[in-house]
């Protein structure tokens, strides 16, 4: 194996080599198939082949077409991306308004329908003994939130109590 300097770095000069020993080989190879089996294999090749270079063709000239737009149009990639962030930046505006007119007793429910794995519309939707069971779970679940945040508050004021 050689190692020679090429202008871009060094490289190896076997891989090379064996590249063109195997082009050559494979066009050796070529004349000794039979006509009639390989007319067909390759008429087959070539309309698939074709058929991809069809499409590959196609994605080109779009793209090639796209840029064009877009170098005669320079604002409309501005205009185009500024409208789309407009949008999602509404729906998210939209999405916190909705949210901080809730009051906090459907903020609470909200969650705890969540931590349930349901929505708010599948709780409407069952009927009133199984909503009368989750507001009971819900319920039960603020209770222990509410004492276990007491405790803590609890136990951070007597450690600070205990600093000083």
Same mark, same amino acid.
């Given at each position: &194996?050689?190692?020679?300097?090429?202008?871009?770095?060094? #490289?190896?000069?076997?891989?090379?080599?064996?590249?063109?020993?195997?082009?050559?080989?494979?066009? =050796?190879?070529?004349?000794?198939?039979?006509?009639?089996?390989?007319?067909?294999?390759?008429?087959? #090749?070539?309309?698939?082949?074709?058929?991809?270079?069809?499409? %590959?063709?196609? @994605?080109? =000239?779009?793209?090639?077409?796209?840029?064009?737009?877009?170098?005669?149009?320079?604002?409309?990639?501005?205009?185009?991306? %500024?409208?789309?962030?407009?949008? /999602?930046?509404?729906? @998210?505006?939209? /999405?916190?308004?909705?949210?901080? @007119?809730?009051?906090?007793?459907?903020?609470?429910? =909200?969650? &705890?329908?969540?931590?349930?794995? &349901? !929505?708010? /519309?599948?709780?409407? @939707?069952?009927?009133?003994? *199984? #909503?009368?069971?989750?507001?009971? *779970?819900?319920? *039960?679940?603020?209770?222990?939130?509410?004492? &276990?945040?007491?405790?803590?508050?609890?136990? /951070?004021?007597?450690?600070? !109590?205990?600093?000083?």
């Amino acid at each position: &194996m050689a190692i020679t300097l090429n202008g871009l770095g060094w #490289q190896a000069t076997v891989q090379q080599q064996q590249r063109i020993n195997h082009d050559q080989a494979q066009a =050796e190879l070529v004349p000794l198939r039979a006509p009639l089996a390989t007319s067909n294999a390759s008429a087959q #090749q070539n309309s698939h082949g074709s058929t991809a270079q069809q499409n %590959a063709d196609d @994605a080109r =000239e779009e793209a090639f077409a796209k840029l064009k737009v877009m170098l005669q149009n320079p604002d409309l990639a501005a205009r185009q991306q %500024a409208s789309a962030s407009t949008q /999602e930046t509404g729906d @998210a505006l939209q /999405e916190f308004r909705d949210y901080m @007119a809730k009051s906090p007793e459907e903020k609470i429910k =909200e969650k &705890m329908l969540q931590e349930l794995g &349901m !929505t708010v /519309e599948e709780f409407n @939707a069952l009927p009133p003994e *199984q #909503q009368a069971k989750i507001g009971e *779970q819900i319920a *039960q679940r603020i209770k222990e939130e509410i004492v &276990m945040k007491t405790q803590a508050k609890v136990a /951070e004021q007597a450690a600070q !109590t205990e600093q000083v």
